[in-house]
């Protein structure tokens, strides 16, 4: 079993909407979770990180964990064109170092 | 300030080959990490160093892969005798260190195809 999963979408939202990205992750003792954002052809780019249960906002990005839950969101407010592209999802989990684990990112495509 | 740089970005090898990557870190970020992503994939861990010391190589996928830092900064990830299915890109990432908060940012990586 895979330790951080995503589904692979495409998600398809319309522009101005709310994109809502979802991953969850095995049970271990987490500590960090970080979202990057990968454009076709590109590397990944940090958009957010979050460490502690609730809610985080930056700009149009808000992450989200529930450790309880295992869960870990990005939504995405107001969605351009311009956010098309595929969301990574990575966690670092106590005792593993500081290496990342990555889901299989989803793909999210915004229709003008 | 400058980002990750690796070098080079295209690398085309006939299987059997050997070939090296090099990673040159963010300024004063003392890990550095290389990940190995497929097509349609998240990237996978490869190793890791903190300065020199590489400190978890449990990704490396066979004996034939070899990474370095000798001096703390730069890093080459050397594959030796270079099969098809090693066809990927490389990405290199660093930190400031291993505290939790620490985040990675990336390189543009380096696609690695073996023909």
């Known amino acids: 079993q895979k330790e951080v999963e995503q589904n692979s979408g495409p998600l398809s939202v319309p522009e101005g909407a709310i994109a809502s990205l979802n991953c969850t992750y095995s049970?271990?003792?987490?500590?960090?979770f970080f979202w990057y954002r990968q454009y076709s052809g590109k590397s990944p780019e940090l958009i957010m990180s979050?460490?502690?249960?609730g809610d985080k906002e930056d700009g149009r990005f808000t992450a989200q964990l529930n450790k309880a839950s295992q869960y870990v969101s990005l939504l995405i407010r107001d969605s351009q064109p311009s956010d098309s592209a595929t969301y990574l999802c990575?966690?670092?989990?106590?005792?593993?170092?500081?290496?990342?684990?990555f889901g299989q990112g989803t793909e999210l495509s915004v229709k003008p | 300030g400058a980002g990750v740089s690796q070098s080079p970005r295209y690398k085309v090898a006939k299987r059997g080959q050997d070939v090296a990557l090099r990673c040159d870190p963010i300024?004063?970020?003392?890990?550095l990490f290389w990940y190995q992503q497929a097509l349609g994939q998240g990237p996978e861990f490869l190793t890791y160093?903190?300065?020199?010391?590489?400190?978890?190589k449990s990704g490396l996928p066979s004996d034939r892969f070899f990474a370095e830092r000798p001096e703390g900064s730069v890093s080459t990830l050397k594959i030796q005798r270079t099969q098809q299915e090693d066809s990927a890109v490389y990405l290199c990432?660093?930190?400031?260190?291993?505290?939790?908060?620490?985040?990675?940012?990336f390189g543009p990586g380096t696609r690695l195809t073996v023909l």
């Open positions: 990432a660093s930190s400031e260190g291993l505290v939790v908060t620490n985040e990675q940012f």
């Open positions: 049970d271990r003792v987490s500590q960090s």
């Open positions: 979050i460490y502690s249960n």
């Open positions: 990575a966690a670092r989990f106590y005792n593993q170092g500081g290496k990342l684990i």
């Open positions: 300024s004063g970020h003392v890990s």
């Open positions: 160093f903190q300065n020199e010391a590489q400190l978890d």
